[in-house]
């Protein structure tokens, strides 16, 4: 079972649509969740941290559950500029606390 | 401020053969990482220094691989000899702080494709 599982896509929506990421991970010691976001040949970047209270920024919600280690991003009215590949991300756990653990990706493509 | 480097962007080499890759990491950060992601699958954790010390190398796929970070600076991931299954994308990332939900700022990555 791979350690970071997430929907494996591809996802294509129109502009303005609501798209929301699935994710799960098997470390329960696992203490530090993340998205990143992937551009096309581009290295990742940090879209945001998840926390367990839930958190927001602008159009974008994360949501951890630890008791079924779940993760979930909702975008809503999605931008052609949301066009990239979504990273779930665990850090730490056992005895390796700052790696980061990544998923497959989820490719993501927002048409006009 | 520039952020993490890599050189070379690409590299090209034949079974066998030795190739080194390098990283600068953001000025003052003393963690650096390497990473590497082949073709279809997810980007896995390679090795963590913390300034010249190797904090964790349980990635590292086997002994064709040395990683070093000699002053605590830059980083060189030397492959050697390389096999057809190392080739893929392999990046470095830095962070300022050991501690939990820090950043991880990444590089371009190096393509390696070894025929």
């Known amino acids: 079972r791979k350690e970071v599982e997430q929907d494996p896509g591809p996802f294509n929506v129109p502009e303005g649509a609501t798209v929301a990421f699935n994710c799960t991970y098997s470390?329960?010691?696992?203490?530090?969740f993340f998205w990143y976001r992937q551009d096309c040949r581009k290295e990742p970047k940090l879209l945001m941290s998840v926390y367990s209270s839930g958190n927001e920024d602008g159009r974008f919600t994360a949501q951890l559950n630890r008791a079924s280690q779940y993760i979930s991003l909702l975008i809503r009215d999605s931008k052609l500029s949301d066009s990239a590949t979504y990273l779930c991300?665990?850090?730490?756990?056992?005895?390796?606390?700052?790696?980061?653990?990544f998923g497959k990706g989820t490719l993501l493509t927002v048409n006009p | 401020e520039a952020g993490v480097t890599q050189f070379p962007s690409h590299s090209v080499i034949e079974k066998g053969q030795t190739v080194t890759l390098r990283c600068d990491p953001i000025s003052g950060h003393d963690n650096l990482y390497w990473y590497r992601r082949v073709m279809g699958k997810e980007i896995k954790f390679l090795l963590h220094?913390?300034?010249?010390?190797?904090?964790?190398e349980s990635g590292m796929p086997n002994n064709r691989f040395l990683a070093e970070r000699t002053g605590g600076t830059y980083s060189t991931l030397k492959v050697q000899p390389a096999e057809l299954e190392d080739s893929g994308v392999y990046f470095c990332?830095?962070?300022?702080?050991?501690?939990?939900?820090?950043?991880?700022?990444f590089g371009p990555g190096t393509r390696l494709l070894v025929l």
């Open positions: 990332a830095s962070s300022p702080r050991l501690a939990l939900w820090e950043t991880q700022y």
């Open positions: 470390n329960s010691a696992s203490q530090s």
């Open positions: 991300v665990a850090q730490g756990g056992g005895g390796s606390n700052y790696k980061l653990t």
């Open positions: 220094f913390v300034k010249e010390s190797k904090q964790d």
